[in-house]
């Protein structure tokens, strides 16, 4: 049973940083495409970043510069460090695993950038 587990969401201040983790069971992240997407209340859902399995990574043009998406093979585990967070980066966040027919989903994460 594949299972995508999120953790590391929580409140931050405007300009401060957090890092999502998606600890994989099931499949191997390293041949899937990852991707981190995000929802806030009352959006639709947007892709954020997408590691591929050749490890070419893509990014919102929201977030470019500013998050960054990452793989830990030996950890089958999937990072997303967020770095001067703003208040429109509030929402919720997935983990998304795709290869072929395939596609999972984890519970997500919240994030809320308050002062």
């Known amino acids: 049973q594949v299972q995508l587990l999120e953790s590391g969401g929580g409140l931050v201040q405007p300009g401060g940083s957090l890092r999502l983790s998606c600890a994989a069971s099931?499949?191997?992240?390293?041949?899937?495409?990852m991707n981190w997407y995000r929802q806030a209340p009352g959006k639709q859902r947007e892709l954020v970043a997408v590691?591929?399995?050749?490890?070419?990574?893509n990014y919102a043009d929201s977030v470019k510069g500013r998050f960054t998406i990452s793989r830990d093979n030996a950890e089958n585990t999937v990072y997303l460090q967020m770095n001067s967070l703003k208040p429109e980066d509030t929402a919720v966040y997935y983990c998304?695993?795709?290869?072929?027919?395939?596609?999972?989903w984890g519970q997500g994460t919240q994030v809320a950038v308050s002062s």
């Open positions: 590691i591929s399995s050749d490890g070419s990574t």
């Open positions: 998304n695993a795709k290869r072929l027919w395939m596609d999972f």
């Open positions: 099931g499949i191997i992240v390293s041949i899937y495409t």
